[in-house]
Nanobody
Framework: QVQLVESEGGLVQTGGSLRLACEAS????????MGWFRQVLGKEREFVAA???????YYADSVKGRFTVSSVNSHNTVYLQMNSLKSEDTAIYYC???????????????????WGQGTQVTVSS
């Protein structure tokens, strides 16, 4: 059972930046990807970004150009650099691992295999 541990989120002003980190308890398989989702209370969890072990990245349209996903340590650690934050970015952010990236749509929650505990990010105006 893979454990995913996210760094602490935080409170940031509109237009500010924040970086989240997620460490996996073991190295991801070659076919895998790590990603980030977010969820607002009362709404469905939504895809934010993902990175494959080969380094290919994917982003939701709402964060493209503002967020950057990256990984180090043979994919044990993944980061989400969030710039130009907006109030609508306020959510609980979840790290996730998808063992076989090519199996099912990457932007669907149910296709991801492991999840972190979530960390709160609040953007205030």
């Amino acid at each position: 059972q893979v454990q995913l541990v996210e760094s602490e989120g935080g409170l940031v002003q509109t237009g500010g930046s924040l970086r989240l980190a997620c460490e996996a308890s073991e190295r991801a398989p070659v076919s895998a990807a790590m990603g980030w989702f977010r969820q607002v209370l009362g709404k469905e969890r939504e895809f934010v970004a993902a990175i494959t072990t080969g380094g290919t990245t994917y982003y939701a349209d709402s964060v493209k150009g503002r967020f950057t996903v990256s990984s180090v340590n043979s994919h044990n650690t993944v980061y989400l650099q969030m710039n130009s934050l907006k109030s609508e970015d306020t959510a609980i952010y979840y790290c996730a691992l998808k063992n076989n990236f090519s199996l099912g749509p990457y932007d669907r929650v149910l296709t991801w295999d492991y999840w972190g505990q979530g960390t709160q990010v609040t953007v205030s105006s």
